[in-house]
């Protein structure tokens, strides 16, 4: 079992930069995928990027491509995603998730069996 704790939300001015984190735990953090997920109020849960196992290969929604980097340390068992100049339309609950599957086939929300709580991150205009 993955134990996925979220941090790092807030409240920031449009333009603005946040850098979330997801804290694992276990000994097997290197042999799941990892992905970062949204969800604004009203709106169904989205994808936001994904990073396969060795942390080379990576995917991002179109709206976030070069504002948000998403990486990983499997020595401290943690996941990050540097969010620079946001927007008011990236206001959501972020949530990490992880997928026992490659990184080509973890690509809906459904394919990631552990999920942490959320971080709101809120941007104002």
């Known amino acids: 079992q993955v134990l996925l704790v979220e941090s790092g939300g807030g409240l920031v001015q449009a333009g603005g930069s946040l850098r979330l984190s997801c804290a694992a735990s276990?000994?097997?953090?290197?042999?799941?995928?990892m992905g970062w997920f949204r969800q604004a109020p009203g709106k169904e849960r989205e994808f936001v990027a994904r990073?396969?196992?060795?942390?080379?290969?990576?995917y991002y929604q179109d709206s976030v491509k070069g504002r948000f980097t998403i990486s990983r340390d499997n020595i401290k068992n943690t996941m990050y995603l540097q969010m620079n100049s946001l927007k008011p339309e990236d206001t959501a609950v972020y949530y990490c998730?992880?997928?026992?599957?490659?990184?080509?086939?973890?690509?809906?929300?459904?394919?990631?069996?552990?999920w942490g709580q959320g971080t709101q991150v809120t941007v104002s205009s």
């Open positions: 998730a992880a997928s026992a599957q490659g990184i080509d086939e973890s690509l809906s929300a459904e394919k990631y069996y552990y």
């Open positions: 990073i396969g196992r060795n942390g080379i290969f990576k």
């Open positions: 276990g000994r097997t953090f290197s042999s799941y995928t």
